[in-house]
């Protein structure tokens, strides 16, 4: 087993990075549905870091979207491919999800970012870069709102409210439980807001976070403290992979 190293002509620079978020910008799908709700696979992605080992363990968790049961799950561990810079961090983490995303023994499906996608400060999120680069449908489901302005969603679950950007809508604030605090559903590639905020609502009948997002950032988690137990100061440990056989 290998670490996941820095590609070859990875940004090192912040100008660096935003000029390939202008290139790839232009080529996300907004036009079309997605796959629906609770049919076939539905994939998390998740990251953690230890940026003191210079380590960053991606997991990917594919579920069966009708029964939310786990099918498949493939990590990676890799080097930090880029600093922490707000609105960057997809440069962070993709090379490693993607051998993640590699390591799966079955189709993934629509992929889930703990993250954003279009609702991000120059419209490419994680769930966008994601979708650009592996053709996949994507959504992202984030916790906080980044720096765009809602109205608080109805107490109901279900109920949602526009994430805007003055007057663009990004994304949605939606209740996945009654009189919990939302999340933050936006469009990544290849799916409409309507269908990801179905997306999300399928994911959650007990907790406030999709399952997908739930199961990913267990298993990195585990997976990083793995790697950094094993892990001399200074030094990176060898990437380690798991996979769990299809149901």
Request: proline content about 9%; overall charge negative.
């Amino acid at each position: 087993m290998t670490t996941v190293g820095v590609p070859a002509g990875w940004p090192a620079t912040e100008e660096e990075a935003r000029a390939v978020q202008d290139e790839l910008r232009g080529r996300v799908v907004r036009d079309e549905p997605g796959p629906p709700p609770a049919r076939g696979h539905v994939t998390g992605v998740d990251v953690a870091y230890d940026d003191g080992l210079d380590l960053v363990a991606a997991a990917a968790v594919v579920l069966d979207a009708a029964t939310l049961e786990v099918v498949a799950e493939a990590t990676a561990v890799g080097r930090v491919s880029f600093p922490y810079v707000p609105g960057l961090l997809a440069f962070r983490e993709i090379p490693t999800v993607l051998t993640a995303l590699d390591r799966l023994p079955c189709p993934p499906g629509l992929l889930v970012c703990d993250g954003y996608g279009l609702a991000h400060p120059r419209r490419f999120g994680l769930a966008s870069h994601l979708g650009v680069l592996t053709g996949l449908p994507v959504i992202g489901v984030a916790k906080n709102p980044f720096t765009f302005r809602y109205e608080e969603p109805a107490p109901a679950r279900g109920a949602c409210a526009a994430l805007l950007a003055g007057t663009e809508e990004v994304g949605r604030a939606l209740r996945t439980r009654d009189g919990v605090k939302p999340v933050f559903v936006s469009v990544g590639h290849r799916v409409s807001l309507d269908n990801a905020v179905a997306h999300t609502l399928a994911l959650t009948p007990r907790y406030r976070l999709p399952e997908t997002t739930r199961r990913a950032d267990a298993l990195c988690r585990l997976v990083l403290r793995e790697a950094a137990q094993g892990a001399v100061p200074g030094d990176v440990q060898e990437g380690t992979t798991r996979q769990a056989p299809t149901s």
